[in-house]
């Protein structure tokens, strides 16, 4: 239950990490622009180290502008839904469930309490 919890949060996640890049690049083009040539100056600077072909190969196929802006918007994302997700999970108190056992002692509870 806790990975499908999971998946279904990652998911929700990245889509809604799609949904604000779609949005910041329609109605604030101006920033993304600026977030695009922030990107792209990253990149330069990685490729003005001089490193040898067989990593930056790697540097040319997944650090596109683009792609370096939509990780830092999934990122942010994932800030504000855990930030979100804190204050609600900080409303929900768990129920206390009834024991019909006592309570263990400490003791016996130690995972070296088999040990001898």
């Known amino acids: 239950m806790k ?7 990652f998911t929700f996640t990245m889509i809604a990490s799609l ?7 329609i ?3 101006t920033t993304m622009r600026e977030l695009l040539s922030g990107a792209q ?4 600077q990685m490729q003005s180290l001089y490193l040898p072909d067989n990593f930056m190969v790697w540097v040319d196929i997944f650090l596109q502008p683009n792609q370096i ?10 800030f504000v839904i855990g930030i979100i997700g804190s204050f ?7 129920t206390p469930t009834a024991r ?15 040990w001898g």
């Open 41 to 44: 100056h990253v990149r330069d």
């Open 69 to 78: 802006v939509l990780v830092g918007i999934s990122i942010a994302m994932r």
């Open 19 to 25: 949904i604000a890049f779609t949005y910041t690049a």
């Open 3 to 9: 990975l499908l919890q999971s998946l279904l949060l």
């Open 88 to 94: 609600v999970s900080r409303n929900r108190t768990p």
């Open 27 to 29: 109605h604030f083009p």
């Open 100 to 114: 019909s056992d006592p309570a263990p002692s400490a003791s016996a509870s130690s995972p070296f309490s088999r």
